[in-house]
């Protein structure tokens, strides 16, 4: 079945309800047809203790954006999709306004898939470069 763009982000956006991505205030705001973009609120929710974005708030964003972008690629009735390795390279600090994280393949296999992620603030400063590994598996029947 081929949802509309706006159906997709609806549908991502209605999954993270009461999960970690609602907590940081992560939304789905943008897909195409081999990519997907969250942003994220920088505020005190998600600072470490000098008041700049905490690196483990970006890695969730990075990890939320991947997983989600391999798991709508994907026929969801009969596989499932998880995050297997994650790195990421924080490259400038941000203490206020928004950051995005772009998910872009780099590989997409059957079973696994490999995506490029650049996380940026609200002037496209470039702040993160993370790299994300997912894995696909059949559900069980």
């Avoid at 995050?83 to 600090?93: A, E, P, R």
């Amino acid at each position: 079945m081929d949802y509309s763009k706006d159906d997709i982000l609806a549908m991502a956006n209605n999954a993270s309800k009461n999960t970690l991505m609602e907590t940081l205030g992560i939304e789905i705001c943008d897909v195409g047809i081999d990519y997907l973009v969250a942003k994220m609120p920088v505020n005190s929710r998600v600072y470490q203790p000098d008041g700049i974005l905490h690196g483990g708030a970006t890695v969730a964003l990075a990890e939320s954006v991947g997983s989600f972008a391999a798991h709508i690629f994907i026929d969801a009735q009969k596989y499932f999709v998880k995050g297997i390795q994650i790195s990421c390279n924080h490259l400038k600090s941000v203490t206020s306004g928004y950051i995005y994280a772009r998910a872009d393949f780099l590989h997409k296999g059957r079973t696994t898939q490999l995506f490029d992620i650049k996380v940026t603030d609200d002037d496209k400063n470039l702040i993160s470069v993370c790299k994300l590994t997912t894995i696909t598996l059949p559900k069980e029947k």
